[in-house]
């Protein structure tokens, strides 16, 4: 009988511990789902601590590209020729356009650029020229502009086909035997 009797007192422990940490977790469940509605019912975003602010940029302090095009089909070339295509553009902004930094795609095409700024109205360049050597079929070699425009990144494009040399006889196949 004893057993039973403390049996039952353990289990009634039991219980009771588990039943006040139940209501322990609800009681926090409840108090999160408050503080979820009240910053619902704000409508206000909240900003992290390390995020970085930022302000819309004056458009008095950009300049802004309108170029003829933005794509040159150089069409079908052979292996080993040199393609030069020139982009012209006018600067559309209110405040000289300044190119920073033009980078290539690959090593096979290279850029040179209006270096000056170029006033609001005026006219400038981006040259492109790709080298076919060790280049063979679909081409799409790419000049990426950085620049005081928005967006501050613009990409101009070649495309093209490069029919492969013809292997000769002086350039062996495969292995030699000998």
Known sequence: MKIKLLSAFALALVLGVSCSQKSDQDDK?????EKIAQLEN??????PA????????????LGAFQFGE???DFGTINEGQVVEHVFNFTNNGQAPLVI????????????DWTKAPVQPGEEGFVKVVFNSTAKSGSQAPTVTIQANTNPTVTRLRMKGSVTPKLA???APAGPLKR
């Open 70 to 72: 933005m794509e040159y």
């Open 168 to 170: 000769g006889a002086a």
């Open 50 to 61: 390390n995020a970085q602010t930022t302000t819309a940029a004056d458009p008095s302090t």
């Open 29 to 33: 469940i409840k108090a999160l789902e």
């Open 100 to 111: 920073s930094n033009i980078t290539a795609s690959c090593g096979c095409t290279s850029p």
């Open 42 to 47: 704000q409508n206000t975003a909240v900003t």
